[in-house]
C-alpha cells in the first residue's frame, strides 16, 4: 500500500495496480492536503478490511481513464471518500467492485468502522464530494448502495452509464442520506434492489 500524508502527491500514468492488501486503502491511502492523480492505469483486484478496497481519500483524487475492477472492502468497494475530500473521475470503469460478499457481516469489523451494514459497492462517500464525467459503473455489488454510498455528500454524474448494480437491501445504484445525486444524461439500468433498484433517498434526492 503507498500512503500520502499532507502536501505529498502522487501521478499515476499506465500504472497497475493489483491484488494489494490493507486495513483501509487497499492500494492507496490519501491522506489530510494530499492528491492522487492516475491517468490510463488499473487497479484490479485490490483489499481492503474496512474502507475503500483500491483507494481511501481525505485528499483530493483525480481519475482520468482509469479502471477500478474486482476491488473489494466492507465500505467503498472500489474508492472510499471522507471529511472534505473531492474526487473527479473522467472516463473511468468502476466494475464488479464488492462491499462484502453474499452479504457477509464481520462484527469486529463492523465495529472498527461503526457502521453495521456493507455500503458503497464501488463508491462511498461520507461528508465528501465525488464528479463522474463519462464514466462506466457497473456490475457492483453491496447490501446498501450498489454502486454507490453517500452520507452527507454530494455526487454529480455527467453523459455516466450505472447499469446492473446490485444491493442486497436498499439502493440498486446510489443509496444516499441527507446527501444528494445529480445526473446529467447517460443513464442508470437493471439496478436491483429490495428497496430502490435505481435508487434510495433518505432526507435528501436525485435530480
Do not use: W
Not at 491484488?19 to 489530510?32: D, H, K, M, S
Not at 492523480?37 to 484490479?44: E, I, L, P, W
Not at 456490475?139 to 455527467?158: F, K, Q
Amino acid at each position: 500500500m503507498t500512503v500520502l500524508t499532507e502536501n505529498q502527491f502522487a501521478v499515476l500514468r499506465n500504472a497497475a495496480l493489483r491484488r494489494n492488501r490493507a486495513g483501509a486503502g487497499g492500494a492507496v491511502f490519501v491522506g489530510p492536503g494530499a492528491s492522487l492523480t492516475a491517468d490510463g492505469s488499473v487497479f484490479q483486484a485490490n483489499e481492503a478490511k474496512h474502507k475503500g478496497g483500491a483507494i481511501v481519500a481525505v485528499g483530493d483524487v483525480t481519475l482520468q481513464k482509469t479502471d477500478l475492477t474486482a476491488n473489494r472492502a466492507y465500505l467503498g468497494g472500489a474508492l472510499a471518500l471522507q471529511a472534505g475530500a473531492n474526487a473527479t473521475l473522467d472516463g473511468c470503469r468502476l466494475v464488479e467492485n464488492v462491499c462484502a460478499p453474499d452479504g457477509v457481516v464481520d462484527a469486529a469489523v463492523a465495529a472498527a468502522v461503526s457502521v453495521t451494514t456493507p455500503q458503497g459497492g464501488a463508491l462511498f462517500v461520507e461528508r465528501a464530494s465525488a464528479r463522474l464525467d463519462g464514466c462506466t459503473v457497473e456490475r457492483n455489488r453491496a447490501v446498501i448502495g450498489g454502486a454507490a454510498m453517500l452520507d452527507l455528500s454530494e455526487l454529480t454524474s455527467t453523459a455516466s452509464t450505472f447499469d446492473a448494480n446490485e444491493a442486497t437491501r436498499q439502493g440498486g445504484a446510489f443509496f444516499g442520506r441527507f446527501s444528494t445525486v445529480r445526473l446529467t444524461g447517460g443513464s442508470v439500468v437493471n439496478g436491483r434492489a429490495t428497496s430502490g433498484g435505481a435508487a434510495f433517498a433518505y432526507k435528501g434526492g436525485v435530480e
